[in-house]
């Protein structure tokens, strides 16, 4: 009967935190909902290239039909058209790995870093898999500085256009991120 009373009070309890946790935390007056729309352009050739492989397994990246094992870093221009003349507002930086033997499948670690715009100076970071198959793609949001301190969130991201004449590709990336200053939560 004490092991039942127990289990109980523990799932009672685990319940009770469950519930009210996402409301005591939604009611923090700081947070701020970003939501944000800009494009990013891939230039996957020279002249002027944006993503530069930096290194490949020997063993299976060659033989690979989604070269599995190649490790790239990335400069891509961040902006507010989907043509890749218009404005400027930034670059996505970081490093993408083919990750799946079987699908064109990243890991992606980016940081978004604003260079011009409402959110100049302010960056956000990107970590997680990104299926380049899938029509509507997510991945998370965990961290971020200057308006996007403490962000968390969820990127939506999609094919817009290809063109292998040009060897250039336009990404749409739609952002929802809760932000808050460090400042405003109590440390002690």
Known sequence: MAKLSITISVLI?????????????????????????????DKYQDPARTVYPVARSDNITSTSPTS???????????TVGPDHNSELIGHAQG????????????????????TAGEYKGSSFNM?????????????????????FEMARGIITTSNYSSDPATNRATFVYDIVAVAQKLEDIAMY
């Open 95 to 114: 490093i993408i790995a083919s990750a799946d033997l079987k699908v064109p499948a990243i890991h992606a670690t980016i940081t978004f870093c604003f």
């Open 68 to 78: 599995f094992g190649e490790v790239s870093v990335v400069n891509d221009p961040l």
């Open 127 to 147: 970590v997680g898999r990104n299926n380049l198959f899938e029509e509507f793609r997510k991945i998370p949001i965990v961290g971020g500085t200057g308006a």
């Open 13 to 41: 309890s685990s319940l009770s935190i469950a519930l009210l946790l996402p409301w005591a935390y939604s009611g923090q007056p700081n947070n701020k909902v970003i939501k944000l729309r800009f494009f990013l352009q």
